[in-house]
């Protein structure tokens, strides 16, 4: 599969403090860096899943890709094009081509527009005459399984799901290649969550669309991701083949996040919890490992050292001291303790 | 279940309709429902189905629309509390039933300290303030915030999400309720503190001898923490029962496909994930015979014509379904 999108070394700052309070709170450095040394490729027809807690950077990573936050450090490409240093009309052509679904079904579609001046917007944002008309309107609504009685329907006329098929249709207005996804499924109940879900993928058939699907939904991102990569605090953790890393997580982090989601049975219930603690401020990170505060396998070298994101399986990367063995490998033991 | 000691609370034949300016809603049609001492009992089901209301109606907290059913009868402690005066009710809300909803950062009042707002539902206690603050201080370590004494002083917004729900557990449990009942807790929490927070729940359940109605749409929350679980789909129950019972050998159509959906019960990696065709039936004009018939992929003559009553299928499980009636 040819590549689509490649991120290297990707950092995303945000100013914490104006020049007058950082004076007054002496502060060295009122920066916070919500994304930091980010590196993946997505290919043509892919589904890249980004999975972690609220403040890990998933949705501030998904937004720098397409130029809503502007990036400190590092290379964007898309199509072979670097998006770094790119003027504004140049890249408005580029995002012609990188669609967005952002969070809540509702509340990110206008609520005083109608749901034909909703899914027609991006013909008028990028001055693409003649497609305005109600025959384009139609056949985007027809794509994702809305009736055409809908074209004159406001955002609260319409159920959640309702909805959100509207916020598929908007992002397929300008044929993209790339849909980045901010929890696509978020509010939406479980028979409906299905729906969703198989229209996406029906569309990535059709369509040949590629996916950056941002979720903390991990029974969700297992069904329709390829590959995947664990955020906390900013970083990747680890990253792989979804299926590899749900049978056998290399990061304890991965493992924690995994063993966090009930399962649907009573007796499987779980006695102790693997995760204590909440995410660290990204204003004060841990020395060492950023995560050894919260991780139940933590020794000394934790503590003092910084692991680097390196390989620790075919297609596998983790940044941890002591990963778990691929249990192709080794047993399933475990490691750590 | 005739022993008054045996049942926290007891809803008999509950309808609510909502009267609105398209027509009469009916959001709740005869529901029964009995939480027993020291249990948790689990409401599932999906948006609409009539969860909210049925809470609301515990409490007393229905909008002036709403208009609730001569036969109905809410019975808490021996109790009715649809009879009650303003003046029982007060008594009763927030003291012997208490209740934790969905946001914790809108339920509790950004501009005045956390110390404050716990104080003030001792209001009735005959306790000196620094006692009162003492007892705020030690229900705020019990649900694991860290100093807790000092932080009395704090505001919600100097607190974290899953800190705040934590927040709201301890004010919910502060007058030792009977009954505690818990709207969504964790929806706005991440996975990690969503299982810290149902732990905890739990846990305090057991150590203040109170009894936890729990709504919740998530399948794996309610397996994880219910003794009893309750299914409601379009303002009906249409299956209750023991939870392994339920979710082992669950007998409507419409739970059975509800566990299938959950995308956490499917073992192999699919693509195609299945969903309930069709939609939930309008309120107002509701469908002949029984209300999951529209979309229910086993109905057959029956159905269609009247309402099945409930049947059992065990001595711990009821199902309102005709194929348990006929099998």
Known sequence: MPELLNVEGLRVRFRTAGVVKSLIQRLTDPHIDAVMQVSFTLNEGETFGLVGESGSGKTTLGRAVIGLVEMAEGSITFNGTELRGLDDARLRVIRRHVAMMFQDPVASLSPRKTVRNIITEPFHIHRIPGRQSGRDARKLLNLVGLHEGFLGAYPHQLSGGQARRVGVARALALEPRLIIADEPTAG?????????????????????????????????????????????????????????????????????????????????????????????????????????????????????????LRTVAPGRMASCHFPFPNPAEAGTSGSGG | MNNRHDTVLEVRDLSVDFLTGRGTVRALRHVDLTVPDNRIVGIVGESGCGKSTLINSVLRLLADNAVVAKSSSVVFKGRDVLAMSPADLRGIRGQEISMVFQDPMTALNPVISIGTQMTDILYRLDMSMADKRRLAADMLGQVGIPDPARRLADYPHQFSGGMRQRICIAMALMMNPGLLIADEPTTAL??????QIIHLMKDLCARFGCSM???????????????????????????????????????????????????????????????????????????????????????????????????????????????????
């Open chain 2, 190 to 195: 991440d996975v990690t503190l969503e299982a």
């Open chain 2, 213 to 327: 109605l729990f709504v919740s749409h998530n399948l794996g929350l309610i397996a994880e923490l219910c003794d009893e679980v309750v299914v409601m789909y379009a303002g009906e129950v249409v299956e209750q029962g023991e939870v392994h019972d339920l979710f082992h050998r669950a007998q409507h159509p419409y739970t059975r496909m509800l566990l299938d959906c959950d995308p956490a019960r499917i073992e192999e990696k699919r693509r195609d994930l299945p969903t309930i065709s069709g939609s939930v039936p309008d309120l107002i004009d509701l469908p002949r015979g029984c209300i999951f018939a529209p979309r229910c992929p086993e109905r057959y003559a029956p159905c269609s014509d009247s309402a099945p009553a409930t049947y059992d299928v065990n001595a711990v499980h009821q199902v309102r379904c005709f194929k348990v009636r006929d099998a």
């Open chain 1, 188 to 308: 939406l109940d479980v028979s409906v969550q299905g729906e969703i879900l198989n229209l996406m993928n029906r569309l990535q058939r059709e369509l040949g669309l590629s996916y950056l699907i941002i979720t903390h939904n991990l029974p969700v991102v297992r069904h329709v991701s390829d590959r995947l990569a664990i955020m906390y605090l900013g970083r990747f953790v680890e990253t792989g083949d979804t299926d590899g890393i749900f049978a056998s997580p290399a990061h304890p982090y991965t493992l924690g996040l995994l063993a966090a989601v009930p399962e649907p049975d009573p007796d499987k219930r779980r006695d102790k919890l693997e995760l204590e603690g909440e995410i660290p401020s990204l204003m004060n990170r841990p020395r060492g490992c950023e995560f050894h505060t919260r991780c139940p396998f933590a020794r000394e070298k934790c503590r003092s050292e910084a692991p680097v």
